[in-house]
T-cell receptor, first 113, second 110 residues
């Protein structure tokens, strides 16, 4: 069965620090990969997605993620975080022929000024 | 911009009751899925519907059921509510594999 693991449950950073959130998935076939963000009191928004092609994907607000097929990983990165990045981040995967998303448990990011 | 309207936004029910949640995606979305979000479990997949047919089902008990209508509107029903069913229920429509989440319905079971 598909599963997604997010290694960091709670991350605390100061502004301007670099961010990397880990995400590993288990599935043997072709997958689509996503990072969603949920700001306090708001609904889930798509940060970025990977379907195929260049494994380095750029998303909104300066985020990027790298798909490493051999490691079944899709880590999220940002070189310099801002206080406004405080939110919960979810990694998700689905197989190419379905819209069913399997989510990780989420990583809560707190950024202090 | 959210691609869906869910009603009601908030709901309080008593244990043992049943509840029906409604989901109206923006027209053109033929696929809709339902998810349960709780602080402890995160987001868990309930069902997926495409053109009125259930295409996938998650690992939830039979008390949870759903359906989709010809106009793409979807409903989810939960019978014999339990305290643990308290959660945010989301039904993002999908297009090109991307899910468009809205505010959801927050169900509280007391």
């Amino acid at each position: 069965a598909q599963s997604v693991s997010q290694h960091n449950h709670h991350v605390i950073l100061s502004e301007a620090a670099s961010l990397e959130l880990g995400c590993n998935y288990s599935y043997g076939g072709t997958v689509n990969l996503f990072w969603y963000v949920q700001y306090p009191g708001q609904h889930l928004q798509l940060l970025l997605k990977y379907f195929s092609g260049d494994p380095l994907v750029k998303g909104i607000k300066g985020f990027e993620a790298e798909f490493i097929k051999s490691k079944f990983s899709f880590n999220l990165r940002k070189p310099s975080v801002q206080w406004s990045d405080t939110a919960e981040y979810f990694c998700a995967v689905n197989s190419y022929n379905t819209d069913k998303l399997i989510f990780g448990t989420g990583t809560r990011l707190q950024v202090f000024p | 911009k959210a691609g869906v309207t869910q009603t009601p936004r908030y709901l309080i029910k008593t244990r043992g009751q049943q509840v029906t949640l409604s989901c109206s995606p923006i027209s053109g979305h033929r696929s809709v899925s339902w998810y349960q979000q709780t602080p402890g479990q995160g987001l868990q997949f309930l069902f997926e519907y495409f053109s009125e047919t259930q295409r996938n089902k998650g690992n939830f008990p039979g008390r949870f059921s759903g359906r989709q209508f010809s106009n793409s509107r979807s409903e989810m029903n939960v019978s014999t509510l339990e305290l643990g069913d308290s959660a945010l229920y989301l039904c993002p429509p999908c297009r090109n594999t991307e899910a468009f989440f809205g505010q959801g319905t927050r169900l509280t079971v007391v």
